[in-house]
């Protein structure tokens, strides 16, 4: 005798539970299964022997989209293909769905009159891609089809199906399937089956009569006969967030056990919304509060580092390549390094450095990774080998190997996309890789001692006594129905009522959530307390629930729904809340005061840093600038401790001084003839270009052209004035970009300087380019705070070129007169300079500024490197910002290098103000 299984079917999970709960008590049987329409398809592919079948509906809807012509997705498939592929895959599945399975909708029932062009489009649309498809249908519709289409006679048992009408609510394809399966099984249905699946739709009404919370589980969404006196078994409370509302239930819950005798934790219920933010804010709660949870979904989510690789890596591979996908590469947890050198490689990038040199120490695998993120692609041959080797070294050890099993899966559909092609689809290869959030997929656990978890698009699992519903605001309690982007409620009715189609509207839809919603309040005994989450997790404010107004209406004295509401936030209405522990009033403390005081250390602060030897390291001008203007400034640089930000590339000033710099470095080389206008000019442009790969890649993209051109206008005609400078003097240049070295009363320093100038006087001018105007500069030379091109001036001094092999220009430095520091302005082409050259007063804007120009800063200098030495470090006052910039002349951008410069500033006036 062949086997029967007699199917209960059950719109959800809870109500499975419930169900196998009651059958398990009331009328235990053999050969009984509860589940959901899932399973149902999971057990008839069993008895028929149908088996699992790998399709490819994915590529082939995707490319039958892309293929039809003048569809109604035309136009929008090529701006969001992804998002437009599921919009047009569930309206294909529900007008499938809402079809006599095997009958096709005829061209001639599309010609429908009544102004309904729209639907009658987009149906039509999708009658044309069934066709492109040749028979495929999505993977849950074929498995019906299979089953529909089986014999009889394959099957190696029966299976009956027991349902109750809108529970589930049922397509027609659904209908047919239960119908063949019934008939095929040949088994007459037990009533009492059928009766225990009514159970589930009876309104018990557990709650005493004549109460509140018997109003709501009997009169609520419907006209009341009569309103009843509102009193203490239901109540409606207003919270800031969905933080709060889960402290606020866990403390509740406390209060229950502790003042309720007999009351289990089972017999608390929580109603919570489908969200992940609800599932781990209750989790954390209820966990802190030592309250264990039956039924919670607690779904960590994790990320998807194999696509994420991917996906970056094509950013990479697509030059310019940004900044931030390069990052994302190099700090990825896949990378053959060590993830601390990926942050450091990534950290690099992000400073603007791209050259992706390799580390020391770095193995063969890592070598070849840095070569793959700098070099990039055009043709489709090559990309295809690039991912092929990325993936290759991608190395996840044990704990990530799924990751990059994930990667490799995913290269072989990128090249799958590339084989054939001439060009390189971009676009079609990131939507192949897109990363997603992947579930930990952790289930519930549903212990039978903890407190009990509904879930709002859920039946409830087992009754309780007590329920607090957690996030009734606005479009929860139901959940609000929407439209689709294809079929509007009124597309749908006009589909239903000219072709006969079974199609569930959103106003069904919105009927049905709100009776789920009943049967989950009908669950209750004795008390349910909802909160109104005031703002939603990004903190905007949100209105409660469409349904307080239907339960307004129930009530004796009730003006609106709002009024119901008890404010946590209101010491009168806090007093009134039912079940809520509060703390014994307290005096309200300060928060602790931040002491900003200067400090002593036991130690020279400057041997902070040195070599291996024990040698102090050099500091440099811009340091030694720092120090100048903020000792804790120059203090968080010297060990490490400035921030480390990520922000989006952009042109900033020193990206721009940068490239001016490289360029006229280029242009202006010792030993070299100095260039004509025609040649600076054809010249400027190339170089830029150079100076651009290499400093700011991203600069070469179509959106920052004007950028481009600005930029190379700027510095042409900078490099023309700057020719006619040193054409003027008869000046020769002995070198450019060099590093100096020498000592500032012992401590020794270094520094690049832009560009040393022999004068045939035996002058020797040090030159320093600065990407601004006079204006900016002046100020501080005219008050003798400018110390920069004064300290090269003292390494050549003192030591010299750090490098000892070019002896022709150590031999031209030390034949040298005197030297002269010139600033050269590329903005405005000025000159400011403390030297006196008989030929400057040939040039325009060549300005001589009288006096020391580093005569305070040097002394300030001085004084700071002395208060080091010994330990000291003076914090900034809040005058310092003002004595800098308008007393010095100098802009104080180190104090803005760390939030905590200005969290540690002691007030009152500047140390150095006079």
């Keep these: 005798m062949m086997q029967a299984i007699q199917f209960l079917l059950v719109p959800d999970g809870g109500a499975a539970r419930r169900l196998r709960r009651i059958l398990a008590t009331q009328s235990p049987s053999m050969g009984v299964v509860v589940g959901t329409w899932p399973e149902l398809v999971e057990q008839a592919r069993s008895a028929y022997l149908i088996p699992t079948q790998v399709s490819d509906w994915k590529s082939q809807f995707h490319s039958a989209l892309e293929q039809l012509p003048n569809a109604f997705w035309s136009n929008s498939f090529e701006v969001a293909p992804q998002e437009v592929e599921a919009e047009v895959e569930a309206a294909l599945s529900l007008v499938v769905s809402a079809t006599q399975p095997g009958i096709e909708i005829s061209s001639d029932a599309l010609n429908f009159e009544g102004g309904a062009d729209r639907p009658r489009k987009h149906v039509a649309d999708i009658v044309r891609l069934l066709v492109e498809l040749d028979g495929l249908l999505p993977d849950e519709l074929l498995n019906m089809q299979q089953l529909l289409s089986a014999e009889p006679s394959a099957g190696i048992r029966q299976v009956a199906v027991y349902y109750v009408e809108g529970f589930p609510s049922l397509t027609r394809w659904q209908r047919a399937l239960i119908d063949k399966l019934n008939a095929d099984s040949g088994i007459e249905h037990d009533p009492k089956l059928i009766g225990l699946i009514a159970s589930l739709l009876l309104d018990p009404s557990p709650a005493t009569p004549q109460t509140s919370l018997q109003a709501l589980q009997q009169c609520l969404f419907a006209v009341p006969e009569e309103t009843v006196p509102r009193d203490d078994t239901v109540q409606w409370v207003g919270v800031r967030d969905f933080l ?120 063969r695998a890592a070598r070849q990774m840095l070569g793959l993120l700098g070099e990039g692609d055009d043709r489709p041959d090559t990309l295809a080998a690039a991912i092929q080797t990325f993936v290759s070294l991608l190395d996840g050890s044990e704990k990530l190997e799924s990751h990059v099993y994930q990667a490799k899966a995913t290269a072989v559909e990128l090249c799958a996309a590339l084989s054939g092609k001439t060009d390189i689809d971009w676009s079609l290869l990131r939507r192949l890789s897109s990363p997603k959030n992947i579930s930990t997929g952790e289930s519930p656990d549903f212990n039978l001692e903890g407190i009990t978890v509904w879930r709002e698009a859920h039946e409830a699992w087992r009754p309780v006594r007590f329920l607090m519903v957690l996030g009734f605001a606005s479009g929860h309690y139901p959940v609000a129905s929407s439209d689709s982007a294809v079929f509007v409620s009124e597309d749908l009715l006009a589909l239903r009522d000219v072709l006969g189609l079974s199609l569930a509207t959103p106003a069904d839809q919105m009927r049905d959530r709100r009776a789920r919603f009943k049967r989950q309040l009908a669950s209750v005994a004795e008390f349910v307390c909802f909160t109104i989450p005031r703002r939603d997790a990004s903190g905007a404010s949100q209105s409660p629930s469409e349904s307080l107004v239907f339960m307004g209406q129930l009530y004796s004295g009730i003006d609106d729904g709002e009024s119901l509401i008890l404010e946590m936030d209101v010491a009168a209405d806090r007093d009134r809340i039912h079940f809520l522990p509060q703390a014994a009033p307290q ?17 020279d602060l400057l041997a902070l840093r040195t070599d291996a030897e024990g040698n102090l390291r050099p500091e440099s001008p811009s340091s030694l600038e720092t120090l100048m203007v903020s000792r804790l400034a120059w203090l968080l640089r010297r060990i490490n401790a400035e921030p480390q930000g990520w922000e989006p590339e952009r042109p900033d000033v020193m990206l721009l001084g940068t490239l001016t710099h490289q360029v006229l470095e280029e242009l202006f080389q010792p030993s070299r003839p100095i260039p004509d206008p025609q040649a600076i000019s054809t010249h400027v442009e190339p170089l830029l270009d150079a100076a651009i790969r290499t400093h700011a890649p991203f600069l070469r993209s179509a959106q920052w052209q004007v950028e481009r051109r600005h930029l190379a206008s700027g510095i042409t005609k900078a490099a023309l004035a ?52 006079a204006n900016s500069r002046r100020p501080r030379m005219q008050k003798g705070y400018d110390s920069q091109a004064n300290l090269y001036r003292t390494m050549l001094q003192t030591g010299g070129p750090k490098s000892e092999d070019n002896t022709a220009l150590l031999e031209r430095l030390k034949a040298g007169d005197s030297t002269g520091i010139v600033y050269f302005m590329t903005n405005d082409q000025t000159s400011l300079s403390d030297a006196l050259v008989v030929e400057s007063g040939a040039i325009p804007g060549w300005e001589v500024l009288d006096g020391d120009v580093a005569q305070q800063a040097m002394a300030l200098i001085r004084e700071r490197l002395g208060e080091v030495r010994a ?25 803005d290098n760390s939030p905590l410069i200005p969290l540690f500033t002691i007030p009152g006036d500047a140390r150095e103000a006079k």
């Design 871 to 895: 330990g000291q470090l003076y914090l900034n006052r809040d005058g310092d910002a003002t004595f800098f910039d308008k007393q010095a002349g100098v802009k104080p951008y180190a104090l």
């Design 722 to 773: 700057w020719r006619d400078v040193l054409v003027t003097l008869n000046a020769e240049i002995l070198g450019t970009e060099e590093w100096l070295e020498g000592d500032l009363d012992g401590l020794p320093i270094h520094g690049q300087a832009d560009i040393l100038l022999g004068l045939p006087d035996g002058r020797l001018l040090v030159v320093d380019y600065k990407r601004s105007s």
């Design 587 to 603: 005096s309200p403390q300060q928060p602790r005061a931040i002491v900003a005081e200067d400090m002593q250390f036991e130690c």
């Design 244 to 363: 709060e509302e889960a402290e606020v239930a866990a403390g509740m819950a406390q209060q229950l056990l502790a003042e309720t005798p007999g009351l289990a934790p089972a017999d608390i219920g929580l109603l919570l919304p489908d969200t992940f933010e609800y599932s781990l804010a209750v989790n954390d709660a209820f966990s802190t509060a030592g309250l264990s949870l039956s039924g919670l979904p607690v779904d960590h989510w994790q990320r998807d580092l194999g696509h994420e690789a991917l996906f970056h890596f094509l950013y990479c591979r697509q030059k310019p390549s940004p900044a931030m996908a390069l990052a994302v590469c190099l700090s990825s947890p896949l990378m053959p390094w060590p993830k601390e050198q990926g942050a450091e490689l990534a950290q690099a990038v992000m400073d603007g450095d791209y050259r992706l040199r390799p580390f020391p120490a770095a193995s």
